[in-house]
């Protein structure tokens, strides 16, 4: 399928509504993402990350808004987009009984990669996601993270210039989180635009050059890491520990001072702290000074609390 | 936003997106094509020894035929339905819920009317293929089938398209796999048993008799028999036609049904 003239952002969806039943699981949605970067959707389950990865593909139909991908208008014209992007799942559907080649090989032709690039495109694919060695080994005999390589790889098989990564690192250890983080980023640097869906703040801030933040279905903020800490939650922070009764007291105070806060499980972080008078910082006592994150964004944003 | 048209023009059904579903069940069928072939050749070798020993030993010529010519072409009947009906069923129903089979193809450029025709079309081709197997057997026991036997491969294909369909329209109603025992029990086991696979219809009452015209099966079998006894006519038109109606009648439903389940 013949490729558009570039359009200026990759996706973009305008007042998207997406209603299950009497749940209102998208709520006027708007979301532009330029072509070539990594954008990421960060919110806690239940935000609407996933249906609106759904609506991408055209396998979610809004109720009302527009959605264009890559220059196409979905869902009317989704095939057209479906042939250029990639879409990396939340949950794996690999064919289990089939070898790692041979899900590959499956996409490859659901993709329509002509019959003499196929065995190359293949074997590319199996070189991204780590797997060559294990090429011919059965899908349910392969690692958790070998699998999610593969739902990666799977998804990246026909190179498309855009990439869809439904909470990529969900559920996965820690040593597997970072070897797919590698991955996500090489497949930034290569300059396919990549739409990644997260409720984990970390991987947003080491991987995503912008953030949107949704909430309740839509976008409550967005912009880069560093604009969304400067506008939402300042530089620094400090930390307080202590008793239940020590922790209000603190809340009291900063809230006296004029200063934002926020319960940090058992602690109580005090944000914007490069603003903090030196009176305040007296009243408060001793806490841990430490950088801003996107946490303490997201929670001042929506009084939700993510991993 | 300026909107820009469509650059071309998509076919309502493209031949890379069946081909693409089709090399999906290709590669599938190759991890269990050994049981499926075991059971396709053993089941009706049963039959044949139980209902030609058994029965046809009471009973020599039936319709007009040797009693193993009969059950032997009324055989190809249950063999097509049971491989298409049944893989329409479950394995439609495992891929779409516990696989999510179908929700990695349909992100890919296969529409759901695609991915229905593509796994009905396999279902068909394996219908078409397993359905000889019962005639192989028969051959064994003494049919001496005529050269028009070539064309029950396609009669098998119709029918089992038709039937894989159903099974597929089937797998998007039922909440969960054991429902299917009620349409196994309520609408399978009587199409199977009252299609003149083991008795002449003729021998029932009028109106189960004319009831017996609306069970596809009843077409296939005819049809069947018309292929391996050289005795086609003008009435196997209208067999033909009658499986071609079901074939297109279940394809509607399976589409819609189906697309209700996958696409929110």
């Not at chain 1, 399928?1 to 699981?25: C, N, W, Y």
């Not at chain 2, 048209?5 to 493209?14: A, D, S, V």
Request: glycine fraction near 10%.
């Amino acid at each position: 399928m013949p490729s558009k003239d570039s359009p200026q952002h990759a996706i973009e969806l305008s007042g998207v509504v997406k209603r299950f039943g009497s749940v209102t699981a998208v709520n006027g949605l708007d979301l532009a993402v330029p072509a070539g970067i990594c954008l990421g959707l960060l919110g806690p389950n239940g935000a609407g990350k996933s249906t609106t990865m759904r609506m991408l593909t055209g396998q979610a139909r809004p109720d009302a808004g527009e959605i264009r991908v890559l220059g196409y208008r979905v869902p009317a014209e989704s095939k057209h987009a479906r042939a250029l992007m990639g879409v990396v799942p939340q949950l794996d559907n690999l064919d289990t009984e089939l070898t790692a080649r041979e899900n590959l090989s499956v996409f490859a032709r659901l993709y329509r990669i002509p019959r003499a690039g196929r065995r190359a495109a293949v074997d590319a694919a199996l070189a991204v996601g780590q797997l060559t060695h294990r090429a011919d080994t059965k899908v349910d005999e392969l690692s958790g993270g070998m699998r999610r390589r593969l739902l990666i790889a799977r998804g990246l098989v026909h190179r498309p210039r855009l990439v869809l990564l439904d909470e990529p690192t969900v559920g996965l250890d820690p040593q597997v989180r970072q070897e797919l983080w590698g991955l996500i980023d090489q497949l930034r640097r290569s300059g396919t635009t990549v739409l990644m869906s997260t409720h984990y703040i970390e991987e947003a801030e080491r991987l995503a050059d912008a953030v949107a933040v949704v909430s309740a279905g839509r976008v409550i903020a967005q912009g880069t890491p560093a604009e969304l800490l400067a506008g939402h939650a300042g530089r620094s922070a400090v930390e307080y520990n202590g008793t239940p009764d020590r922790l209000s007291e603190v809340e009291r105070i900063a809230a006296a001072a004029g200063m934002p806060t926020r319960r940090t499980g058992p602690s109580v972080s005090v944000l914007r702290a490069e603003e903090m008078p030196p009176s305040v910082a007296d009243a408060l006592g001793p806490g841990t000074p430490r950088a801003a994150n996107l946490e303490d964004v997201f929670v001042t944003l929506t009084g939700e609390f993510v991993a | 936003m300026s909107t820009q048209e469509p650059q071309t023009r998509l076919r309502f059904i493209e031949p890379q997106a069946l081909a693409g579903v089709m090399v999906h069940d290709l590669a599938v069928f190759r991890r269990y094509w050994l049981s499926t072939t075991f059971s396709a050749v053993v089941e009706p070798t049963i039959y044949l020894l139980a209902f030609g020993f058994g029965f046809g030993s009471l009973v020599s010529v039936v319709g007009g035929y040797r009693y193993l010519d009969f059950l032997g072409t009324g055989v190809v009947g249950t063999a097509v339905l049971f491989t298409s009906a049944f893989a329409g069923m479950f394995q439609t129903f495992v891929r779409r819920t516990f696989q999510h089979t179908y929700d990695a193809v349909l992100s890919t450029p296969v529409d759901v009317h695609e991915l229905v025709t593509g796994e009905a079309l396999w279902i068909g081709v394996k219908a078409g293929v397993y359905g000889c197997a019962p005639l192989s057997v028969a051959v064994l026991f003494g049919l001496r089938p005529s050269p028009t036997v070539v064309l029950v491969p396609l009669v098998g294909f119709v029918t089992g398209l038709g039937f894989g369909l159903f099974g597929m329209w089937m797998s998007a109603l039922v909440p969960n796999i054991d429902s299917f025992n009620y349409i196994i029990s309520a609408v399978l086991t009587p199409l199977f048993l009252v299609a003149g696979t083991f008795f002449p219809l003729d021998t029932l009452p009028a109106w189960a008799h004319t009831a017996s015209r609306l069970n596809p099966l009843y077409h296939c079998v005819e049809l069947v028999r018309s292929a391996v006894f050289n005795r086609l006519g003008f009435d196997d038109l209208g067999h033909l036609a009658a499986l071609m109606f079901f074939a297109s009648a279940m394809w509607v439903g399976a589409v819609v049904f189906l697309r209700r389940k996958l696409i929110d």
